[in-house]
Every structure is written in C-alpha cells, then in structure tokens.
C-alpha cells in the first residue's frame, strides 16, 4: 500500500471533514503558515480531547449524589493552563513555523490526568449516570454504532477508487459495484439507526437533567461545563487541521524531519524518565512513499543515557512511519472526530440546557490562554504527563486500518495521482467557501502549492 493510495482513499472521505472546515472560528487557519506536523498535532488533539470527554462522561467512577475529588479536577487552573500552553508552544515546530497554538492542545494533555476511583456498588457509575442511569450505557451505544459507520464509509470510498483503475476489466468494475452497493445499504441502515438513537437520548438527557436534584446539579456542573468547553476548543482544531491539510502537502517531508527529534526526545524519556535536549541532533530523513529511513546525526551519549543507539534507531524509525501513515489518513480522521465532538456537544448541551431550565445557574468554562497571553510569557514550562508529541506517531484509526486492508487494484493506485491534484483543488476550493470571502486571496495562493505538493509528496 503506497502513501499515495492511502492519500487518494480519504481525500475521498473529505465531506466530513469540509463540515469541519465550515467552522467559521476557524477562518484565521488558511493564513495561519501550519506545517504538516502542526496539522497533524491538532487533529490529534481534537481526537485525543474527543476520547477523553467520552471516558470522563461515561468511563470514570462517580457516586450516587455526585461526589468525587476528579469532577472538580476538569479544567485546567488559570496558572497551570498557561504553564501547559508554554510547554507546548515551545516545541521546535510551532517555534520554528510560528503558527498558532490552538487550546485543545492543553485539554488534550490535560484531561488524561483527571482519574476516577473504584465502582462501589449502588454508585451513579459516571458523570451521565449522575443525571439518569441509563444515560451513559446509551450514549456509549451511539459512540459504538458511530464508529462502525465510520468505517463503512472509508471502505465505499475504497472501493470506488479501486474501480477508477484504467485497466480494471469490466467483471472487476462489476464486483466493485456490488460491494459498494452492498456496503451502502449497510451504511444507510446504520445512519438511519442512529438518528432516532441520538435524538431520543438528546431529548432524554435534557428531561432528566431538568429533573436532576439540585445538589449534584451544583456538584457536577462545573465538569460539564468545562467539557463543553473542551469539546468547543476541540472543534476548533478540528476544523483548523481540516483547512490547512491540503495547503500544508508540500511540507510532509520536512515536517517529518521536524518530528524526528521530538519522537526520540519521547524515546530516551520513556526509558530514562528524563526527557534529554537535543539540541545538537541532526537526523538525516528519508522518505519512499511510505518507508522511512533515519540516521540519528549529533546525538552524544549523554543524550540517550543507557539506551542502546540501535534499538534507538529501529523505535524512531517505527514511530517515523506510522506518523508518515497517520498524516496520509488524516482526512478520515479529521471527518469522524467532527462528527463525534459534534454528538458530544449536543449531549451536553442537552444536558446544560435541562439544569438552567430546572433553576440552576451556569458556571463560567476553565479559559486554556492563547500563546502570546502575558500569563504565558510569564509561566513555567509544565508536564502535565500526557503530552501531545506522542500523538503524531498514533497507529490508525479502527476506520483508517480498515481502509488500508480493503484497498486493492494496483493500477487504480497508479492512476491516483491524477485524482489527488484534483482532490486537493476541490478541499481549497470548498474551503475558501466555507471560512469567508476574506480568507479567498489566501485559499488561492495556496492552492497552486497544495495540488502539486501533494502529487510530489505523497508520490511513491
């Protein structure tokens, strides 16, 4: 499977994601100048912060009346917030590119901090149970369902593109058909399954909640506000990631080589438990289609304390790839975290809206400050434990490996390279509709970039 047809394949799932673009708090991203490795880093703090509000909704152990040290762990302090936000904005590929520094990176390293205790029987069990006990178990039914949607479609766009081979003969392009058929209905029965699904439990969230006794009101309201926030935050860099992906193609290969000294700086400090300061580090990158080669220039013993520089080498260049993989698919992934965040927003919108009409009063949302805040300037570089570095180097998504498995037709693949020029004209296209007029002179100065640069980068 070539880097290429990966590409092709979730260019084709761009719908969703072009809904992400049309976020219009997301307009600054077409100018903002974004590498590769910083998309990459905000789609993956939208699908980490995504994941985190799910488990602390659902996942995490709360008592009958609401009780539990964590739910008031949810948002950051003003002062560790811009500790975080200072962490992050220090990484080598936001100093280097300037770009912007989006707020889900702070919840994303956040949030997985804030635990739970043990079940004990008779507990609410989490934060949805807290309101009605049924809430969560249906909630993580939809999430489910959701996930398998996800992945119905990739493999319908798999398909189609395979049948788009010049030389698929006429029983090839029949049994596509049919397996696209197949998986259509499939899809249809799924999406018709879960709209009533969601608006029962919408509809239902927002009645109990109005019935939900004052007291764990007062208890657990502060957590759902600030996980609306983080889900707001979420959206956000979601729809930033969704924008700059086509603009930021032509930088693939340097913000690989970018990614490199954070992903041994991640090594060394998993086995040493002190991160080292590479300063000096030099890597030599190379990229054929989606094989990685890496030669770890400059490093010092010092650096790596006991690890041993091979098995150094074969952990980069393993995490290398999967970070190169990743990048190819993010357009997948960037569409089904849209569309999670957005089930999650209205979740708990449902359930803020039921509280304010049962007499409670709304609390004000932890504030993550932006990069050039005095509070930041001023703050300590923090860690929070769950840094984001990591998530560049994630293996695929349950849809993304399904995808990869399913696409087949050598030839189809070979003709890709047509269809990916085109494929990034139509997102820079759809984009510039999407944030505004004002953003147009940007979109199309970068289009002429992002249509080549994706044929060349992505190139086998």
Same mark, same amino acid.
């Given at each position: 499977?070539?880097?290429?047809?990966?590409? !092709?394949?979730?260019?084709?799932?761009?719908?969703?994601?072009?809904?992400?673009?049309?976020?219009?708090?997301?307009?600054?991203?077409?100018?903002?100048?974004?590498?590769?490795?910083?998309?990459?880093?905000?789609?993956?703090?939208?699908?980490?912060?995504?994941?985190?509000?799910?488990?602390?909704?659902?996942?995490?152990?709360?008592?009958?009346?609401?009780?539990?040290?964590?739910?008031?762990?949810?948002?950051?302090?003003?002062?560790?917030?811009?500790?975080?936000?200072?962490?992050?904005?220090?990484?080598?590929?936001?100093?280097?590119?300037?770009?912007?520094?989006?707020?889900?990176?702070?919840?994303?390293?956040?949030?997985?901090?804030?635990?739970?205790?043990?079940?004990?029987?008779?507990?609410?069990?989490?934060?949805?149970?807290?309101?009605?006990?049924?809430?969560?178990?249906?909630?993580?039914?939809?999430?489910?369902?959701?996930?398998?949607?996800?992945?119905?479609?990739?493999?319908?766009?798999?398909?189609?593109?395979?049948?788009?081979?010049?030389?698929?003969?006429?029983?090839?392009?029949?049994?596509?058909?049919?397996?696209?058929?197949?998986?259509?209905?499939?899809?249809?029965?799924?999406?018709?399954?879960?709209?009533?699904?969601?608006?029962?439990?919408?509809?239902?969230?927002?009645?109990?909640?109005?019935?939900?006794?004052?007291?764990?009101?007062?208890?657990?309201?502060?957590?759902?506000?600030?996980?609306?926030?983080?889900?707001?935050?979420?959206?956000?860099?979601?729809?930033?990631?969704?924008?700059?992906?086509?603009?930021?193609?032509?930088?693939?290969?340097?913000?690989?080589?970018?990614?490199?000294?954070?992903?041994?700086?991640?090594?060394?400090?998993?086995?040493?438990?002190?991160?080292?300061?590479?300063?000096?580090?030099?890597?030599? !990158?190379?990229?054929?289609?989606?094989?990685?080669?890496?030669?770890?220039?400059?490093?010092?013993? #010092?650096?790596?304390?006991?690890?041993?520089?091979?098995?150094?080498?074969?952990?980069?260049?393993?995490?290398?790839?999967?970070?190169?993989?990743?990048?190819?698919?993010?357009? #997948?992934?960037?569409?089904?975290?849209?569309?999670?965040?957005?089930?999650?927003?209205?979740?708990?919108?449902?359930?803020? #809206?039921?509280?304010?009409?049962?007499?409670?009063?709304?609390?004000?949302?932890?504030?993550?400050?932006?990069?050039?805040?005095?509070?930041?300037?001023?703050?300590?570089?923090?860690?929070?434990?769950? #840094?984001? &570095?990591?998530?560049?180097?994630?293996?695929?998504?349950?849809?993304?490996?399904?995808?990869?498995?399913?696409?087949?037709?050598?030839?189809?693949?070979?003709? &890709?390279?047509?269809?990916?020029?085109?494929?990034?004209?139509?997102?820079?296209?759809?984009?510039?509709?999407?944030?505004?007029?004002?953003?147009?002179?940007?979109?199309?100065?970068?289009?002429?970039?992002?249509?080549?640069?994706?044929?060349?980068?992505?190139?086998?």
């Amino acid at each position: 499977m070539t880097l290429l047809g990966l590409v !092709v394949v979730f260019f084709g799932t761009g719908c969703g994601a072009l809904k992400a673009a049309a976020n219009p708090k997301v307009a600054w991203a077409v100018r903002d100048p974004a590498p590769m490795s910083v998309v990459v880093r905000r789609a993956d703090a939208a699908e980490k912060t995504s994941k985190e509000v799910d488990r602390l909704l659902t996942a995490t152990p709360l008592n009958q009346n609401g009780s539990a040290d964590w739910v008031q762990q949810i948002g950051p302090t003003p002062d560790a917030a811009a500790a975080e936000m200072k962490t992050v904005s220090l990484e080598s590929f936001y100093v280097e590119s300037r770009a912007r520094v989006v707020p889900a990176e702070v919840w994303a390293r956040t949030l997985p901090t804030v635990k739970g205790g043990k079940a004990r029987s008779g507990d609410a069990g989490n934060l949805l149970g807290a309101v009605d006990k049924e809430l969560g178990d249906k909630y993580r039914a939809i999430s489910d369902k959701r996930q398998e949607l996800a992945g119905l479609r990739v493999l319908i766009e798999n398909e189609k593109t395979a049948m788009g081979g010049k030389d698929v003969t006429a029983g090839d392009k029949k049994d596509h058909e049919k397996k696209i058929a197949d998986l259509e209905k499939m899809a249809d029965a799924s999406e018709k399954e879960i709209g009533p699904l969601q608006s029962e439990l919408v509809t239902a969230a927002r009645t109990a909640a109005g019935k939900t006794p004052a007291p764990v009101r007062e208890k657990i309201g502060i957590a759902l506000v600030n996980l609306r926030q983080a889900v707001e935050d979420a959206e956000i860099a979601d729809g930033a990631a969704a924008v700059r992906y086509p603009l930021a193609a032509p930088s693939i290969l340097s913000s690989l080589k970018a990614m490199v000294p954070v992903i041994v700086a991640d090594i060394v400090e998993e086995q040493t438990g002190k991160r080292p300061v590479l300063t000096k580090l030099s890597p030599d !990158v190379k990229l054929d289609g989606t094989s990685v080669s890496v030669t770890l220039n400059g490093l010092e013993p #010092g650096d790596i304390g006991k690890l041993k520089m091979g098995e150094l080498v074969t952990q980069t260049v393993e995490r290398s790839t999967k970070w190169v993989v990743h990048t190819a698919t993010l357009i #997948g992934s960037i569409a089904s975290t849209k569309d999670q965040l957005s089930f999650q927003a209205d979740v708990l919108d449902a359930v803020l #809206g039921g509280f304010s009409a049962g007499g409670w009063k709304s609390m004000v949302a932890a504030q993550i400050p932006a990069q050039d805040d005095p509070k930041v300037a001023g703050a300590t570089a923090g860690h929070a434990g769950q #840094g984001t &570095a990591k998530l560049g180097t994630a293996s695929l998504t349950s849809a993304a490996a399904g995808a990869a498995k399913s696409v087949t037709g050598k030839n189809a693949l070979n003709d &890709a390279a047509k269809n990916v020029t085109r494929s990034a004209t139509k997102v820079a296209n759809e984009t510039t509709k999407a944030v505004g007029a004002g953003a147009v002179k940007a979109a199309r100065a970068g289009r002429a970039a992002a249509t080549k640069g994706l044929a060349e980068a992505f190139a086998p």
